[in-house]
């Protein structure tokens, strides 16, 4: 799923290639993807794209006083193309191909947006404030704001009795951090994610927050400058525990370990974070049963 790190690089990317242009047509592909009706997709044709920024884990596409607020979710993409078909796409269960916005001009240069497998979850919307969207009206600050501080962020810990991981990955606590990058931001703070978010110490407070904007922003500058089909690899080389189940460590070497959950799964480093005692994977042990 496409983070904080990626949809900043994301909305770089854009602006480069969006500012100033006019958009032609945008074409919905897979209707299921298009969560608003009034104003219709349409209505963003002819106008003059603004700012691309991000919210949180959203694209904000303004045009012409009309936001493009797209969510990718766990398996969308943005591919850019310098040259669209000339051919109006088709609607096909095979075809990942979601929306198509394409640009004036002759080159009939622009985006398509694609999502993989068979459970979507991709999401566009056109509304004259990016508030009316549900997700980034209930979004927490972002963690790269200059604004935040240490004691912004421990007053959002504060009382919280959930898991570190749960919270860390909470839209309405903080903006923009998913499964991969809670994963890597308590790994370089050296704590448990099953570590409770009320019981952290002010040092401890103070080390997860500087792993929070460290992970981040380091993330953010590997990606600076990429174009978006590079965006994918460079997360996954930049990635120290997560997804790399079975790995030696690349601080202390002892081998990352996962927990599965219904529908995802974090890893860590025993010796790093937890002691070096493995976390308790309530759905293995069923499993080995």
């Known amino acids: 799923m496409p983070e904080l790190p990626e949809v900043e690089a994301l909305s770089a990317f854009l602006s480069e290639r969006l500012t100033g242009r006019v958009i032609a047509r945008v074409q919905p592909v897979a209707i299921s993807a298009l969560k608003t009706y009034d104003p219709p997709v349409g209505a963003l044709e002819g106008r003059t794209v603004g700012p691309v920024t991000r919210r949180g884990k959203f694209l904000d596409i303004e045009a012409g006083g009309l936001h493009l607020v797209i969510h990718l979710a766990r398996a969308g993409w943005l591919r850019w193309k310098d040259s669209l078909p000339a051919e109006p796409p088709r609607p096909s269960p095979k075809n990942p191909l979601a929306l198509r916005l394409r640009l004036e001009g002759e080159a009939g240069d622009g985006f398509d947006l694609t999502e993989a497998g068979t ?60 499964n991969a990058y809670s994963d890597e931001v308590l790994h370089a703070a050296r704590m448990s994610p099953y570590k409770l978010a009320s019981s952290l110490t002010e040092e401890e407070t103070a080390r997860l927050f500087e792993a929070l904007g460290g992970t981040l922003r380091e993330a953010v500058e590997r990606s600076r400058g990429l174009a978006a089909g590079e965006l994918k690899a460079e997360k996954k080389l930049g990635l120290r525990v997560h997804g790399r189940t079975g790995q030696p460590c690349a601080v202390c070497g002892d081998t990352v370990r996962e927990v599965s959950f219904a529908d995802s799964s974090l890893q860590y480093c025993p010796t790093c974070q937890t002691g070096g005692k493995p976390l308790a994977d309530r759905r293995l042990s069923r499993l080995l049963k």
């Open 119 to 178: 459970k979507k979850g991709l999401a566009v919307y056109v509304v004259k404030d990016p508030a009316e969207v549900p997700g980034v009206a209930r979004l927490g600050p972002d963690p790269l704001d200059p604004g935040f501080t240490l004691d912004d962020f421990a007053a959002l810990l504060r009382g919280e009795r959930r898991r570190l991981k749960g919270v860390l990955r909470d839209q309405s606590v903080l903006a923009g951090v998913g």
